[in-house]
């Protein structure tokens, strides 16, 4: 019972709803079963169990919806609800049952994240960070023991592929470099960023690396200023960075190498290898000037495209909003990142709390990792991350910079 005067904090619907996020999109039929599309698929239970937690534990923490993250939760769920209008336009023979599940999953996560940020943003940054920073480390144990790897040595873990595998370990690295500042920058913290580097490179996924480079460029110059401001040397956690790479790399950097010069010089530098993107980029492109105002409509692109089982979609948010939504889709995708900069921009600078930098941190690199792979889906971590740094909570006041 919650008395006059005061609010839950939020707590185990966080962790819920990181659960359902991560689960991905298990469907009952890998195991033998030939069930209806709605029941087969593992999230329609996990998402009514999310909604009714949500609203048993909103219910009863005291807060109310103040609307501070309308302008930003509307221009996603408009995107979204045109992507699923333009089935309408869609070619016949496309499947349209997964991909309207999927969509509709992404507008529930967004639509509760942007409710929990308004709740208390802060405080669950922090539950959803410490989530990732957990799954970090046990996919990069499960990866390291040899289980879930592919037949060419990249990283990964049951069930994920590499590029879902390396997004995990940044966001871990990037987690760690959090709590460090947050935790009196205890070197302790700093235990994860060799392994979930190592991890990284050892994924193979030349996309994910380009994402965290860009990424870094963005964010080092914050960093350092931090630092600065509270009289902090870099001296403890440079060293303590480089001992702990040098222990990772002792064990495991003889056989990481050897990846890494096969995969990013040999057959990237080398052999010009590219995964066939550069004809998916391609192709999107000429979808999207054949048809620039609406495009073919969703998941027409496998359809039009004629390429089967090649790939079934672009590995390109924009290029595959572009191609399937048209110059109407492409203004929808354009207006909601305007919108989410618009709302971390009200907070000044100065008064932008580790919370929402760091969760701002890590949507840019899972939207720069989008440039490179995943689907409609795969952007939702993206979403999610962007809600969490741009909208604030309740009841706090803002003043336009």
């Not at 909103?58 to 109310?64: P, V």
């Not at 495009?295 to 390429?307: A, C, D, M, Y």
Request: glycine share 12%.
């Amino acid at each position: 019972m919650v008395t006059p005067g005061t609010r839950r904090q939020p707590g185990l619907v966080v962790v819920l709803a990181f659960v359902v996020t991560l689960a991905g999109r298990f469907t009952l039929d890998r195991l033998g079963f030939d069930l209806p599309l709605l029941l087969n698929d593992v999230r329609v239970p996990l998402f009514a169990i999310l909604l009714m937690s949500f609203a048993l534990e909103l219910s009863q923490s005291g807060h109310r919806p103040a609307g501070t993250g309308t302008g930003a939760l509307m221009a996603i769920l408009l995107l979204i609800g045109y992507q699923i209008v333009s089935a309408t336009w869609t070619p016949s023979n496309a499947v349209l049952g997964p991909v309207m599940i999927d969509l509709t999953c992404v507008a529930i996560l967004v639509f509760i994240y942007v409710m929990l940020a308004e709740w208390d943003r802060d405080r669950v940054v922090q539950l959803t960070l410490g989530c990732f920073q957990v799954t970090a480390w046990l996919y990069f144990l499960v990866a390291a023991a040899g289980f879930g790897r592919g037949a060419n040595g990249r990283w990964a873990v049951p069930g994920g592929g590499p590029n879902v595998f390396v997004r995990m370990m940044v966001i871990g690295a990037f987690t760690s470099v959090y709590f460090y500042f947050r935790g009196r920058r205890r070197a302790i913290w700093l235990l994860g960023l060799p392994a979930f580097l190592t991890g990284a490179l050892a994924s193979g996924s030349r996309g994910g690396l380009v994402a965290l480079i860009i990424t870094l460029v963005l964010a080092l110059p914050s960093a350092l200023q931090r630092l600065g401001k509270r009289g902090g040397s870099l001296t403890k956690p440079i060293l303590a960075t480089v001992a702990l790479a040098g222990v990772t790399w002792s064990v495991a950097g003889r056989a990481i190498g050897s990846f890494v010069q096969q995969r990013f010089v040999t057959e990237t530098f080398q052999q010009g290898y590219t995964s066939g993107r550069s004809e998916l980029f391609k192709y999107a492109l000429q979808l999207f000037l054949q048809r620039p105002f609406l495009g073919t409509g969703v998941n027409g692109f496998s359809v039009v495209s004629s390429l089967g089982e090649y790939d079934k979609y672009v590995h390109n948010l924009p290029l595959a909003v572009a191609s399937e939504g048209g110059i109407v889709g492409l203004f929808l995708l354009i207006n909601a990142f305007v919108q989410l900069r618009h709302q971390f921009g009200r907070v000044p600078r100065a008064e932008r709390s580790l919370e929402a930098r760091a969760a701002g941190y890590c949507g840019v690199f899972v939207g720069g990792a989008s440039l490179f792979s995943g689907d409609y889906y795969d952007a939702r971590l993206m979403w999610i991350l962007l809600v969490l740094a741009a909208v604030r909570p309740a009841g706090r006041d803002v003043r336009t910079p």
